[in-house]
């Protein structure tokens, strides 16, 4: 789970009156999918994988400020 500060809470809260991207938000969806991601591969390579395949990203917001991130995918052995 991902939160952001109050500070660019408060910005992307006045941002959004006023439309377009809400760039504190972009950031942090893209930092949690990052650290999702990352935490799959490291899972991947402690059950000894090759690699893993048929990834998917799911999203939700847990809370005002929060965002939950899931990265998940089969892992592959080559043989």
Excluded: P
């Excluded at 660019?8 to 991207?21: H, T, Y």
């Excluded at 990203?57 to 592959?76: D, N």
Aim: glycine share 10%; charged share 20%.
């Amino acid at each position: 789970m991902t939160s952001k500060n109050i500070g660019r809470d408060m910005m992307a809260g006045f941002k959004s009156m006023v439309g377009g991207e809400i760039k504190t938000f972009t950031d942090l969806t893209n930092e949690a999918r990052t650290t999702a991601e990352e935490r799959m591969v490291a899972a991947a390579q402690q059950m000894g994988a090759d690699a893993v395949v048929m990834t998917r990203f799911g999203t939700s917001v847990v809370a005002e400020g929060t965002i939950e991130m899931l990265c998940f995918g089969t892992a592959v052995k080559f043989v």
